[in-house]
């Protein structure tokens, strides 16, 4: 842990440098199976350990480090091919001592108690909406986080429960272990209690995943804060909380912390969102002022500090008063990026090459690290997306190429993605700065509208920013390059989407696109005002 601790404090005075590449959305697993029965043994855990014979075969074929979204994937791909497959899972606690189960970071502490947590509080906006549809609703709603809390943890246990199940149906071997390699064909794992194992293996793929930041020169961070990684396991509400970050984790859990009820503030250093389209960054933040959510725009924390009452003291400095200024919260959530742990699997021992500044792993086309025959999938790797559905493709992809006859790679272009704010935003392709840098603003189109979702008008709902942008190339075919859609259900709209401008879609065919009536998807195929023309782009009527 301190060596990840150690990597958590690097990089947190710079900017940020996520790639943005673009996503979309889902896990592999949903089993839903109830975690009655007591989990099967790791079949690792009946095993005596196998001594490592350097002129002998290997005892596997393929030995995956990380049970997560990226590893499960490559590991079960791999057996379906009838290969001696073995996954080295390992959660070490948060500085918190929160700990989870078999499946990684989407699973457990990211993907999927966030995205229920945000649907419920969509559940919240949709009571309101509801008495003006009619529905009598005892005032005053308020919302039990303990309830809410308990239902998501449950969920995650029987998603944990089902991976291991899974596991054990494709005889892949499991070890609840923590992986550090001792050479390039072995890898030492080593139990919660300290018990050791040696895997020898011909091929081995590194799926280690990241873990939250700490901004460790802020004095009381590590002590006070929390970050996503104890979030979605509190059992008791965070009350009033002061997230600090501003993109996807920041946005997406002041988003649901706001719609549950909760006094929530996001502290901003910069802007939001970096490397998304800015023009609908801003929208996604002031809808979230307009719903309830505070900013605090250009400051950033410099000490939190436990007062008697139990509450945090966060100071902080104002940048653009040059002022300092504090305010007492429940609870402060870091939310400043994610780091990898490379540093405890002994890399360097066995060549694999790290980039210096982030710690990532290096690697080519296809996700071959410098050593041969050892890889790395998922948010490990330098410059990938760190998204699900990119870590899963590219390790089923990679099981593919191994032991299958397939040469296809892991295509990272056009991914799609969603941040899941309360007014969702879901975009493919290029933002338009990124369009206008590659292309020049004089060869770009943009069209756009602002439309009201039918659902909001009875609800007297404000549609201020449910807004769609689509960036196309101006030559005549008009060839998409990025879309972007502020609305409900934006991770669904740009989900169908994507698969056109992955196939060239052009601003005709899009016109030539029968929209399905009534809904905010169909915007997009009724986009035909062009930003240049500086026409209001509000749409009126049907
Ligand atoms: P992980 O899923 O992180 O798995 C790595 C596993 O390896 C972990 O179980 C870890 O404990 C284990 N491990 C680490 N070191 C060792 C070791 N030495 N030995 C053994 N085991 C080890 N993506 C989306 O696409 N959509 C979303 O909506 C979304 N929401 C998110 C919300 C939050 C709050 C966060 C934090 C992330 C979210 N993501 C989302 C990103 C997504 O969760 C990650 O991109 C994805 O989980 C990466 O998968 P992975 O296989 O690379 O690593
Ligand atoms: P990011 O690296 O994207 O963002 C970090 C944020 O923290 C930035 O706003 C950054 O500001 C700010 N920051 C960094 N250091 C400090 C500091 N010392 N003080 C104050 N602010 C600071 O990380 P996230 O954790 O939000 O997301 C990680 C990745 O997880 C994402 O890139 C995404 O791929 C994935 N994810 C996907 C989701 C989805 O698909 N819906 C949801 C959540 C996560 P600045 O811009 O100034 O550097």
């Given at each position: 842990?301190?060596?990840?601790?150690?990597?958590?404090?690097?990089?947190?005075?710079g900017?940020?440098?996520?790639?943005?590449?673009l996503?979309?959305?889902?896990?592999?697993?949903?089993?839903?199976?109830?975690?009655?029965?007591?989990?099967?043994?790791?079949?690792?855990?009946?095993l005596?350990?196998p001594?490592?014979?350097?002129?002998?075969?290997?005892?596997?074929?393929?030995?995956?480090?990380?049970?997560g979204?990226?590893?499960?994937a490559?590991?079960?791909?791999?057996?379906?091919?009838?290969?001696?497959?073995?996954?080295?899972?390992?959660?070490?606690?948060?500085?918190?001592?929160t700990?989870?189960?078999?499946?990684?970071?989407?699973?457990?502490?990211?993907?999927?108690?966030?995205?229920?947590?945000?649907?419920?509080?969509?559940?919240?906006?949709?009571?309101?909406?509801?008495?003006?549809?009619?529905?009598?609703i005892?005032?005053?709603?308020?919302?039990?986080?303990?309830v809410?809390?308990?239902a998501?943890?449950?969920?995650?246990?029987?998603?944990?429960?089902?991976?291991?199940?899974?596991?054990?149906?494709?005889?892949?071997?499991?070890?609840?272990?923590?992986?550090?390699?001792?050479?390039?064909?072995?890898?030492?794992?080593?139990t919660?209690?300290?018990?050791e194992?040696?895997?020898?293996?011909?091929?081995?793929?590194?799926?280690t995943?990241?873990?939250?930041?700490?901004?460790?020169?802020?004095?009381?961070?590590?002590?006070?804060?929390?970050?996503?990684?104890?979030?979605?396991?509190?059992?008791?509400?965070?009350?009033?909380?002061?997230?600090?970050?501003?993109?996807?984790?920041?946005?997406?859990?002041?988003?649901?912390?706001?719609?549950?009820?909760?006094?929530?503030?996001?502290?901003?250093?910069?802007?939001?969102?970096?490397?998304?389209?800015?023009?609908?960054?801003?929208?996604?933040?002031?809808?979230?002022?307009?719903?309830?959510?505070?900013?605090l725009?250009?400051?950033?924390?410099?000490?939190?500090?436990?007062?008697?009452?139990?509450?945090?003291?966060v100071?902080?400095?104002?940048?653009?008063?040059g002022?300092?200024?504090?305010?007492?919260?429940?609870?402060?959530?870091?939310?400043?990026?994610?780091?990898?742990?490379?540093?405890?699997?002994?890399?360097?021992?066995?060549?694999?090459?790290?980039?210096?500044?982030?710690?990532?792993?290096?690697?080519?086309?296809?996700?071959?690290?410098?050593?041969?025959?050892?890889?790395?999938?998922?948010?490990?790797?330098?410059?990938?997306?760190?998204?699900?559905?990119?870590?899963?493709?590219?390790?089923?992809?990679?099981?593919?190429?191994?032991?299958?006859?397939?040469?296809?790679?892991?295509?990272?272009?056009?991914?799609?993605?969603?941040?899941?704010?309360?007014?969702?935003?879901?975009?493919?392709?290029?933002?338009?700065?990124?369009?206008?840098?590659?292309?020049?603003?004089?060869?770009?189109?943009?069209?756009?509208?602002?439309?009201?979702?039918?659902?909001?008008?009875?609800?007297?709902?404000?549609?201020?920013?449910?807004?769609?942008?689509?960036?196309?190339?101006?030559?005549?075919?008009?060839?998409?390059?990025?879309?972007?859609?502020?609305?409900?259900?934006?991770?669904?709209?740009?989900?169908?989407?994507?698969?056109?401008?992955?196939?060239?879609?052009?601003?005709?065919?899009?016109?030539?696109t029968?929209?399905?009536?009534?809904?905010?998807?169909?915007e997009?195929?009724k986009?035909?005002?062009?930003?240049?023309?500086?026409?209001?782009?509000?749409?009126?009527?049907?």
């Open positions: 842990m301190a060596a990840l601790q150690r990597r958590r404090l690097l990089g947190v005075s900017l940020s440098r996520t790639v943005r590449a996503s979309g959305m889902g896990c592999p697993l949903g089993s839903g199976l109830a975690e009655a029965a007591p989990p099967p043994k790791a079949p690792g855990e009946d005596p350990s001594s490592h014979d350097p002129h002998g075969k290997n005892e596997y074929d393929l030995l995956v480090i990380g049970g979204s990226g590893g499960l490559c590991a079960k791909e791999a057996a379906q091919f009838g290969r001696q497959v073995a996954v080295l899972d390992y959660v070490e606690p948060s500085p918190q001592g700990k989870w189960g078999l499946g990684g970071t989407c699973v457990n502490v990211g993907c999927i108690p966030k995205k229920l947590m945000h649907q419920a509080a969509l559940l919240g906006s949709a009571l309101k909406d509801a008495q003006h549809y009619g529905w009598n005892a005032q005053p709603v308020h919302h039990t986080w303990s809410m809390a308990q998501v943890q449950n969920y995650v246990k029987s998603l944990n429960w089902g991976h291991r199940v899974q596991l054990q149906d494709k005889k892949v071997k499991y070890f609840n272990m923590k992986g550090s390699f001792s050479d390039p064909h072995t890898v030492r794992g080593l919660k209690g300290g018990k194992t040696i895997v020898t293996a011909e091929n081995i793929v590194i799926a995943g990241g873990r939250p930041k700490y901004p460790m020169h802020i004095a009381g961070a590590l002590e006070y804060g929390i970050t996503s990684d104890d979030l979605f396991w509190l059992k008791e509400s965070p009350g009033k909380t002061l997230v600090v970050g501003a993109s996807y984790v920041s946005l997406e859990c002041a988003g649901f912390l706001t719609g549950i009820g909760l006094d929530t503030t996001v502290m901003m250093r910069s802007i939001p969102l970096r490397g998304f389209d800015q023009q609908m960054a801003s929208l996604v933040t002031e809808h979230m002022e307009s719903y309830g959510t505070k900013f725009k250009r400051c950033f924390p410099t000490k939190v500090e436990k007062l008697e009452s139990n509450r945090l003291q100071t902080w400095k104002n940048t653009d008063l002022t300092e200024e504090t305010d007492s919260f429940d609870t402060v959530l870091w939310a400043v990026g994610r780091a990898p742990d490379t540093e405890t699997l002994n890399l360097e021992t066995v060549g694999v090459k790290t980039n210096s500044e982030t710690g990532k792993i290096i690697v080519d086309a296809s996700e071959a690290t410098s050593v041969p025959h050892i890889y790395a999938v998922g948010d490990i790797t330098e410059g990938r997306p760190e998204l699900t559905p990119t870590a899963i493709a590219a390790g089923k992809l990679l099981a593919q190429r191994l032991f299958g006859q397939s040469s296809e790679l892991m295509d990272y272009d056009n991914v799609p993605t969603t941040v899941f704010t309360p007014l969702e935003y879901g975009c493919v392709g290029l933002s338009e700065e990124a369009a206008v840098q590659c292309y020049g603003s004089d060869n770009i189109e943009v069209y756009h509208a602002y439309y009201k979702p039918l659902e909001f008008t009875v609800a007297e709902r404000d549609a201020t920013q449910c807004y769609v942008k689509m960036v196309c190339l101006r030559e005549r075919a008009q060839r998409i390059l990025g879309l972007h859609f502020i609305g409900p259900n934006a991770g669904e709209v740009i989900q169908g989407f994507a698969l056109g401008i992955k196939c060239g879609a052009t601003y005709p065919q899009l016109m030539k029968v929209g399905i009536h009534p809904t905010c998807a169909e997009i195929t986009l035909h005002i062009t930003k240049r023309s500086g026409l209001d782009a509000t749409v009126t009527g049907c």
